[in-house]
């Protein structure tokens, strides 16, 4: 198979290889294989095939509208990913709702969610993850800017964590929205949202696989 314009696999993945053995030699990598929520099944399936086949990817996510098709429609490609043992996350509870997040962890079986915080508005949901040990990402910073919330003073990661889920800080593009991680984790700490304690556990969530 050739990809367009890139060649095979192998070359996309040599030329890829080859700027992180050059740029950032010491920092762990980890391939991900994502999908957008606007594209026809057909279309995700045709594009995934040889990539599942080639075995470079280790996680596979999905990202984009929330509404734009329900959740189930992913799930044979979810299958397809398990089957090769990639782990499963998703994009969701960014913008829809408690129940949504449920659902999506339910019907994808995954093993994290991107974002997540819708989940915050029923404590039956934050259950269900605390239960599953299902870790959220959160992107403060993003949620902020993006007027998912109004205050970080009062973004619902507290909450979370106070209702026993795990959840780490993440920047959701550190370009766009001027913050690493480091970043978050401070501007959390200023805001009074975790003390220094609280989030080095939270760091420590962040390195478990």
């Known amino acids: ?15 890829i ?19 957008s929520r606007h594209c026809p099944l057909a279309t995700l399936q045709t ?27 992913f799930k044979p490609l979810y299958r397809a990913a398990k089957n090769k043992g990639m782990r499963l996350k998703a994009h969701v509870g960014e913008w829809g709702t408690a129940v949504d997040v449920q659902r999506a962890v339910e ?13 915050a508005e029923s404590a039956d949901v934050m259950r269900f993850l605390a239960d599953h040990h299902i870790r959220l990402n959160i992107c403060p910073t993003s949620n902020l800017w993006l007027g998912r919330v109004k205050r ?26 001027g913050a690493g991680v480091s970043d978050e984790l401070l501007r959390l700490y200023q805001a009074g949202v975790f003390t220094a304690e609280e989030l080095d556990q939270i760091r420590q969530w962040g390195l478990e696989d």
Do not use: C
């Open 1 to 15: 198979m050739v990809t367009r314009g890139l060649g095979s696999p192998q070359d996309l993945v040599n030329s």
């Open 17 to 35: 290889e080859e700027v992180h053995a050059r740029m950032a030699p010491r920092i762990e990598w980890i391939p991900q294989l994502s999908l």
């Open 47 to 73: 594009w995934m095939a040889p990539w599942l086949e080639f075995g470079f990817h280790t996680v596979l996510d999905l990202s984009g509208d929330e509404l734009a098709q329900p959740i189930e429609v």
């Open 107 to 119: 019907v994808l079986e995954l093993d994290e969610v991107q974002h997540g915080i819708a989940a």
């Open 152 to 177: 970080l003073e009062d973004h619902p990661i507290r909450k979370l964590f106070d209702a026993g889920v795990k959840v780490t800080v993440n920047s959701d593009d550190q370009i766009v929205f």
